[in-house]
Nanobody, 124 residues
């Protein structure tokens, strides 16, 4: 069993940066695929980025601005978000899976473990 806890959200002006962290307990993240999703009210949760045995993947809005990484202890996955835009405002969730296949990385239903989410608000 894996417990995930996100942190690092907050309020930032457009053009600013935030670093989100996903801390794992119960087991290390080394053998898991970990992804960040985000959700705004009334919309489906959308894939942002992932890291794991399928490499690193980014959804188009995140490319060139966000960086996903995993620390050497393999208990934390971070999402560095630069050049933030108001449209990045959302609740950000980290998720993990031990069995996901490459073609399903963007499918939230394929992730067994989820954190509680952290709010990111970008003001214009």
């Amino acid at each position: 069993q894996v417990q995930l806890v996100e942190s690092g959200g907050g309020l930032v002006q457009a053009g600013g940066s935030l670093r989100l962290s996903c801390q794992a307990s119960g087991r290390t993240l080394g053998s898991l695929t970990v992804a960040w999703f985000r959700q705004t009210p009334g919309k489906e949760r959308e894939f942002v980025a992932s890291i794991g045995r399928h490499g690193i993947r980014y959804e188009d809005p995140a490319k060139g601005r966000f960086t996903i990484s995993r620390d050497n202890t393999k208990t934390t996955v971070s999402l560095q978000m630069n050049s933030l835009k108001p449209e990045d405002t959302a609740v950000y969730y980290c998720a993990a899976s031990s069995t996901i296949i490459q073609s399903s990385l963007r499918n939230q239903n394929q992730y067994a473990y989820w954190g509680q989410g952290t709010q990111v608000t970008v003001s214009s």
